[in-house]
């Protein structure tokens, strides 16, 4: 009786292990880079999204020059952003001055003063009052607190490369838009021949599976930041606009708008505090626009917009966006549906469907 499975050879052995050590180097170099690939992946993710607009621009005002469909494409972008700033920002700075004015008054009121234990106010009281620089000087305090000036300044340097990293992720979009076809073709021509099919095939597919989600997911998102922003101003809590594009951006991850009923209850609680209308009421009425705004997301607009869903289980979408955002980070989480549900199609037909295939020959085989 044949069979179609390969002996494990010593040189086999010695090539999966060297692929294993392979792929844990990698994982290993890209947990020690993140901070430095986050924003070049970002920058690569921006521009890929803004692809299409720059090929659009190209079509509709016939500019053969690639690099000013680019230059008209960022120009659009910062226009558009710079009208919403202009129209979005005022409210939202009055939100926050209205809810800064909400606890200055009950901080002068004393009804936030009122709402700690009185034990945990007396030991404050008494911890703050037994403390002198004479006796922080003698227990060595004193060190501690020069220490961890030293590590406020340390901190504020992180803060300020940080900074520049993202700075430089805007200098990558220009880039990468620019040269996008040349950087495609490039990276073809480094696959070598024997593996460029293949290669060829899983980037098509991956390009078709983030056209798919991504652009859809944004639209979606967008639309969600809307119907919420709408919603919690229908509602009347303060900050509703910051609230309702929260919730957008966060769209973007599966599950992770729901994060934001944790300050939507704070929210509530700091307008309600008072005795302006009752804490439940105006939460019942937060969480209605929850579910009235998912339900036109979920079972409205993404059928219509993205098609049919990516058939993933919800254990197997929480546990892919915990692997992928240990692996990339935010991005990680970002990219993680589309890529496990890519991973999962490729095991069903190189994996599961050849094993039935040859396992159906080999069964012919003998029947002859």
Request: hydrophobic fraction near 50%; charged fraction near 10%; include cysteine.
């Amino acid at each position: 009786m044949s069979t179609s499975r390969r002996p494990f050879t010593f040189d086999r052995v010695v090539r999966i292990v060297g692929s294993v050590l392979i792929l844990a180097g990698a994982v290993w170099l890209i947990n020690v880079l993140k901070n430095v690939l986050l924003p070049f992946c970002l920058a690569c993710l921006v521009a890929y999204m803004l692809q299409p607009v720059v090929s659009l621009n190209g079509r509709i005002f016939h500019i053969k020059r690639h690099a000013i469909n680019v230059v008209l494409t960022l120009f659009e972008v910062a226009a558009l952003v710079g009208l919403s700033l202009y129209f979005v920002l005022p409210m939202v700075i009055s939100e926050i001055g209205e809810l800064t004015a909400l606890i200055d008054r009950y901080r002068t009121n004393g009804m936030i003063e009122a709402m700690i234990p009185e034990e945990f106010r007396l030991w404050l009281d008494r911890i703050s009052s037994q403390l002198s620089i004479s006796q922080l000087a003698d227990s060595g305090q004193l060190e501690e607190i020069i220490t961890g000036g030293t590590s406020v300044v340390s901190y504020v340097i992180d803060m300020f490369m940080h900074t520049i990293e993202w700075l430089l992720a805007f200098v990558y979009v220009i880039f990468i838009m620019i040269d996008y076809d040349e950087l495609v073709a490039a990276a073809n021509g480094m696959i070598p021949p024997d593996y460029r099919p293949i290669t060829v095939r899983i980037g098509r597919d991956i390009q078709r599976s983030m056209n798919s989600y991504f652009r859809g997911q944004a639209l979606i998102a967008l639309c969600a930041a809307v119907f919420y922003s709408i919603g919690f101003s229908i509602v009347g809590i303060p900050m509703a606009i910051v609230l309702g594009v929260t919730v957008g951006i966060l769209y973007m991850i599966p599950y992770f708008q729901y994060v934001t009923l944790i300050p939507v209850a704070i929210v509530c609680f700091i307008s309600t505090l008072g005795g302006d209308g009752s804490f439940w009421i105006m939460m019942g009425q937060c969480i209605l626009v929850y579910v009235v705004s998912q339900s036109i997301c979920d079972y409205v607009l993404t059928p219509h917009i993205m098609g049919s869903a990516l058939g993933l289980h919800p254990a197997i979408i929480l546990l892919s966006l915990s692997i992928w955002g240990t692996l990339l980070g935010i991005i990680g989480m970002i990219i993680a549906l589309p890529l496990t549900a890519l991973l999962i199609a490729y095991y069903r037909e190189f994996v599961i469907e050849k094993h039935t295939i040859t396992k159906v020959k080999s069964s012919g085989g003998k029947q002859t």
